[in-house]
């Protein structure tokens, strides 16, 4: 297994949880990792993206300022701390090995992990 998502539960609008992504040596190699989001009858979107050599970091608009994404090169983790989640960010979550920068794009993802439900009640 390339990439495993954890850390979705049920949170009260308002409130935090971080999501964790455990990589595979080869899969960190990929130089960038993204998570992205889905809901049903939606294409999935992307949340946030980290360079894994430089740490560049980007986020979608709807996310910034209340997400952080961060890594752990030791643990080769990728963390995405969201804070003040509101019920639009209810979605399964998946980590992604971008194709080698921060594309952004669902298609050109290389390896997805199996994804983490984040329900936010309001």
């Known amino acids: 297994v390339q990439l495993q998502a954890y850390g979705g539960g049920l949170v009260q609008a308002g409130g935090s949880l971080t999501l964790s992504c455990v990589v595979s040596?080869?899969?960190?190699?990929?130089?960038?990792i993204g998570w992205f989001r889905e809901t049903p009858g939606n294409e999935r979107e992307a949340v946030s993206c980290i360079g894994t050599t430089d740490g560049e970091k980007s986020y979608a608009t709807s996310v910034k300022g209340r997400f952080t994404i961060s890594i752990d090169t030791a643990k080769k983790t990728v963390y995405l701390q969201m804070n003040a989640l509101e019920s639009e960010d209810t979605a399964r979550y998946y980590c992604?090995?971008?194709?080698?920068?921060?594309?952004?794009?669902?298609?050109?993802?290389?390896?997805w992990g199996q994804g983490t439900l984040v329900t936010v009640s309001s």
């Open positions: 040596e080869f899969t960190f190699n990929s130089k960038a």
């Open positions: 992604a090995a971008e194709p080698g920068w921060c594309s952004g794009k669902a298609s050109m993802q290389r390896a």
